[in-house]
T-cell receptor, first 113, second 115 residues
């Protein structure tokens, strides 16, 4: 069974640029969610996708957007990068059922200069 | 909105000893789940243990057990017979009982295991 994989693992951008992070869900999972983890803090929920539609969003501005594809892989896009966007971005997949255990990837470390 | 508080930024334990990590939460919901996740230096969040709020019995997974006090809104994690591989950041997390999978995390406790 293939786990959750994310790419790239590390990247550096400058303020004002745009970034796309990618995630492949675990086999059999139809729900994907994204979290932002600033250094020394707990992850914060960005949004969740189910059947290619956003069905939950945290307190993040519209310049954070996402996509889920028919094969349940996903992208996180961030426009107009700010210094505070520097963080570890975690992707998690799950089945939309009662247990709904989340399986996390190893994250993409974004540094904004 | 739900909040999760971990008041111990760092903890240490001797190998083979027992350690308890604390977590409190605030919610007005009656149906919810609580989790402990472990995040080693590899960065991947790993589920340690889960507790359903409607279950009075405390969850146990091998050396890991919880003390779930629903009225006090407390959810502590006990690690018995600590091993070097237990060293990691531990996060307490809350999820509502509906279809949303959104987790609310605490700020974490860094656990060091001393040989």
């Amino acid at each position: 069974e293939t786990g959750v994989t994310q790419s790239p693992t590390h990247l550096i951008k400058t303020r004002g640029q745009q970034v796309t992070l990618r995630c492949s869900s675990q086999s059999g999972h139809n729900t994907v969610s994204w979290y932002q983890q600033a250094l020394g803090q707990g992850p914060q929920f960005i949004f969740q996708y189910y059947r290619e539609e956003e069905n939950g969003r945290g307190n993040f501005p519209p310049r954070f957007s996402g996509l889920q594809f028919p094969n349940y892989s996903s992208e996180l896009n961030v426009n107009a990068l700010e210094l505070d966007d520097s963080a570890l971005y975690l992707c998690a997949s799950s089945r939309l059922d009662l247990t709904g255990e989340l399986f996390f990837g190893e994250g993409s470390r974004l540094t904004v200069l | 909105a739900q909040t999760v508080t971990q008041s111990q930024p760092e903890m240490s334990v001797q190998e083979a000893e027992t350690v308890t990590l604390s977590c409190t939460y605030d919610t007005s919901e009656s149906d919810y789940y609580l989790f402990w996740y472990k995040q080693p230096p590899s960065r991947q969040m790993i589920l340690v243990i889960r507790q359903e709020a409607y279950k009075q019995q405390n969850a146990t997974e091998n050396r890991f057990s919880v003390n779930f006090q629903k009225a006090a809104k407390s959810f502590s994690l006990k690690i018995s017979d600590s091993q070097l591989g237990d060293a990691a950041m531990y996060f307490c997390a809350y999820r509502s009982g509906g279809s949303a999978r959104q987790l609310t995390f605490g700020s974490g406790t860094q656990l060091t295991v001393l040989p």
